[in-house]
């Protein structure tokens, strides 16, 4: 039985039906004395980290985005990642609300053919890789309210971490505690939305501890939509002295359920938005989740000139899921896997080199059973599947006057091994090697203090993964050997500019891959997805950022993405596709934000604009484009030693009915799944 603490009705207030009052009432706040003022960072003191060699902002020769949440964190639903991805260029995300699924992330295309979890963009949190050795990546386990920033690299950066680098998303948590504090808080919302959190952070002389607990629910906006998860996080970081510093990590996650509702066709879909398919209502499809993983990283600064890093991490993983057919329908999934890496960086004059490496191992044990209308029938597969990934790298920046010059390489082992303990049909074991070496260069020219040019090359590669191999076919087990790693090479051209009050990126790419690997499904099997390679695409774009602090309390932000990308060639027995869309993937995407702060009140203002895409290959269905405004309020006050933020957000406040997600090249046409329409959340935080 599945508990229900709270339930919202589903509120759709008259006067909320138009952004233009909501409008007029960000202008009215203004009329409060200015306390709170929004930060302001220079660009040129703004420092990446996810590229490993450090480097600011200005001066890096790659396209990069940092984004912080201290100032918007308390008023956000923090319901799905993708609240925290909207302002960057070049990222599109999708399946916000199948929780089942995963939200789907692209980056210049990288990642828009996955059909659930994160592929072809490496995840880190808190320098810890989240994405397996084989390319995957799920972020159910991440607890949302403590992330406070986030870097994101746009563009083929296998140099820093191998495989699956198509682009990098490197979050950071709560890690630093200055005086102990408590914190509570509680959310609602329509259909059913409730979150509950606790987050408390002490300090024992040099050592801090953070410690954090929250419950999600939601029935979900569609029939046969709804997840439960329970996360538990554990962080400590300790100094030994100004020069070195380790930091342990545990996180702790169990979702219950998260149910699929599944794709629709255009007539289901214009007859009733909210329904489930009912194949996937009669095969009881969900999935659940439990997931442990610890994690340290330890830095030394050994001299002024020299400087040590090593990171560690285990993770178990147990997954279940059932889907939508008969024949291996349901999964039972148990993978491990662990890993580490090192680094040492020496400085000498103008130079500074960095060598390392990183070393991770994964081990699958999958099995599938026959889903017999949602109970588990005979075994069909039971086979062990492994990946290893050695990577070792080189990187060196050297500046000489105004220039910056950045080369990198680096070379991946890669094994892949599957041991088929189910010999009912044959022995289907086998082995593959995946072999990889790739370089990188960049080059930075500053033009005075405030602007630079930057130009580079780099590539990726990306293996299939490990789920990508097994879904064979020909049904036998083992891998289906016929898939190819994805390669790509990477071209961009860009100016970064930054006064007292501005900032502004433009950049131009152009990417060549090889041996795309595309989603598609066969009539012979219904709701299976497989995998083949697609020969290559051409992949132009311009990617625009802009950020205007206009006042001491407001903050304008804008983001522009325009993505022509093509199949270069591509032929299969059903169709040539030379010369055709990729699809998933808008031609245009902008993202704009008002974001206020004054007497204690937080007003943020978000309009985000997705352009016309296509669900198939063949470009035979294009998916209307739509444009939605957010909304969110927040208030701080103090009452003694208690503190207290009332908040509340509206969702797509102009009731645009849009699809939150659309499922690739699907069978029978079932590539919608509906967004919400206008929906409201609020709730309290209390702090001591």
């Known amino acids: 039985m599945r508990y229900k603490i709270f339930k919202l009705s589903s509120i759709r207030p008259n006067f909320l039906s138009t952004p233009i009052k909501v409008l007029i009432l960000l202008c009215c706040t203004t009329i409060y004395s200015q306390v709170d003022s929004i930060q302001t960072v220079s660009i040129d003191s703004v420092i990446i980290t996810a590229t490993r060699l450090q480097e600011s902002q200005l001066a890096i020769p790659l396209s990069t ?17 993708q609240e925290y991805l909207n302002e960057v260029p070049g990222l599109f995300s999708l399946n916000a609300n199948n929780y089942s699924q995963d939200l789907r992330i692209s980056l210049r295309g990288f990642g828009s053919r996955s059909a659930f979890g994160i592929r072809g963009i490496k995840l880190l949190v808190d320098g810890i890789p989240e994405t397996t050795p084989d390319g995957q990546g799920q972020l159910d386990n991440l607890n949302l309210g403590i992330i406070e920033d986030i870097e994101v690299i746009r563009g083929p950066s ?23 504090f408590f914190e509570g808080d509680i959310s609602i919302g329509n ?3 409730q979150k509950y959190q606790i987050l408390h952070g002490f300090r024992r002389n040099n050592t801090s501890f953070i410690l954090q607990g929250n419950y999600t629910n939601t029935d979900g906006y569609r029939d046969q939509s709804g997840f439960s998860n329970y996360n538990f996080d554990a962080k400590m970081a300790h100094r030994f002295s100004e020069n070195s510093k380790l930091n342990l990590l545990l996180n702790y996650t169990n979702s219950p359920y998260a149910e699929d509702a599944g794709g629709l066709t255009l007539d289901e879909l214009n007859a009733n938005r909210r329904q489930a398919r009912q194949r996937n209502v009669d095969f009881k499809t969900e ?21 040590f890093s090593t990171y560690g991490f285990f993770a178990s993983r147990n997954f279940k899921g059932k889907l939508p057919f008969e024949f291996g329908g349901v999964i039972d999934l148990q993978r491990n896997y662990f890993g580490n890496g090192s680094s040492f960086e020496f400085k000498t004059g103008e130079n500074r080199l960095q060598v390392g490496y990183d070393w991770a191992i994964q081990n699958d044990n999958r099995k599938r059973f026959r889903n017999l209308n949602g109970e588990q029938g005979n075994m069909t597969l039971d086979q062990l599947e492994q990946f290893s990934n050695l990577g070792i790298y080189l990187l060196d920046h050297w500046t000489l006057d105004k220039l910056l010059i950045r080369v990198g ?32 260069v960049g080059v930075t020219y500053r033009l005075n203090s405030k602007q630079s040019l930057f130009t580079g090359f780099s590539t990726s590669f990306e293996t299939p993964a490990l789920s990508e191999l097994s879904a064979d076919p020909t049904g036998t087990g083992g891998f289906n050997e016929e898939l190819e790693a994805q390669k790509a090479r990477n071209f961009e051209l860009g100016i970064k500019s930054k006064n007292e009050n501005q900032s502004f990126e433009a950049v131009v790419f152009y990417i060549k891959t090889d041996d795309d690997l595309v989603p598609y499904e066969l009539a012979q099997f219904p709701d299976r997805t497989f995998y083949r390679n697609a020969g290559s695409t051409k992949r132009k774009g311009l990617e625009l950022s802009y950020i205007n602090d206009l006042s001491n309390n407001l903050r304008l932000s804008a983001a522009y993405t325009y993505s022509h ?55 035979s269905t294009e998916v209307n484009g739509y444009a939605i405004v957010n909304l969110n309020l927040g208030y ?24 939150d997600n659309i499922r690739i090249n699907a ?22």
């Open 409 to 440: 390489v680096r070379y991946d082992i890669n094994k892949l091994e599957a041991v088929d303990d189910f010999l009912n049909n044959g022995d289907a074991s086998g082995e593959i090697k995946l072999n990889a070496f790739n370089p990188s």
């Open 287 to 307: 999935e659940s989740v439990e997931q442990l993983k610890i994690g340290s990283s330890y830095e030394l600064n050994i001299d002024q000139k020299s400087n």
């Open 158 to 180: 296998a140099t820093l971490y191998g495989n699956a680098s198509g682009g990098i998303i490197s979050i950071r948590t709560m890690n630093t505690v200055k005086k102990p």
């Open 65 to 81: 985005t940092k984004l912080n949440f201290s100032e918007t964190q308390f008023i956000r639903q923090q319901l799905s990642f």
């Open 667 to 688: 069978f029978g046409a079932r590539y919608y799944e509906a967004a919400p329409g206008i929906n409201i959340f609020g709730g309290l935080r209390m702090q001591l």
């Open 191 to 193: 259909y059913g939305f």
């Open 636 to 659: 701080k006050t103090q009452i003694g030693s208690l503190g207290l933020s009332p908040f509340l957000g509206i969702n797509n406040l102009t009731d645009t009915k849009y699809n």
């Open 565 to 619: 990308f093509r199949y270069d060639s591509y032929e299969i027995p059903s169709g040539n596709f030379e010369g055709n869309d990729l699809p998933g993937i808008p031609d245009h995407k902008a993202n704009a934000s008002l974001l206020y702060r004054d007497n204690g009140f937080t007003i943020r203002l978000e309009g985000n604009y997705i352009g016309d895409l296509y669900a198939n290959d063949a470009n």
